[in-house]
């Protein structure tokens, strides 16, 4: 069972903006690789949207690239991620979860609730 809680999702308009937020105790100092996905209604496959390595190093998905920030904080163990100029094809069902695929960092490779981002006029 997924033990990340994702957050801070909501409404907004086209080219507003969101900051979605991941607790994930201990991802820090565990070393553990975090990465973003999202799903789209009616889409059965997640994507991939960004992704942030242990000595942090972020990569993004083209479709977000420029727009999404991913960022964390080590202290308290939380994962972010900066949505601006936000489209509505960006509508979707966004979860976070451990890209490493051991030890610790098992608890959060599961997939949790995810937390719903609407982008709409």
């Known amino acids: 069972q997924a033990q990340q809680v994702e957050s801070g999702g909501g409404s907004v308009q086209p080219g507003g903006s969101l900051r979605l937020s991941c607790a994930a105790p201990g991802f820090a100092s565990n070393n553990c690789e975090m990465a973003w996905y999202r799903q789209s209604a009616g889409q059965q496959q997640r994507e991939w949207v960004s992704?942030?390595?242990?000595?942090?190093?972020?990569t993004y998905a083209d479709s977000v690239k420029g727009r999404f920030t991913m960022t964390r904080d080590t202290l308290n163990d939380m994962v972010y991620l900066q949505m601006d100029s936000l489209k509505p094809e960006d509508t979707a069902l966004y979860f976070c979860?451990?890209?490493?695929?051991?030890?610790?960092?098992?608890?959060?490779?599961?997939w949790g609730q995810g937390t719903q981002v609407t982008v709409s006029s």
């Open positions: 992704s942030i390595r242990p000595g942090g190093r972020t």
């Open positions: 979860k451990s890209a490493t695929i051991s030890g610790f960092c098992l608890r959060y490779y599961d």
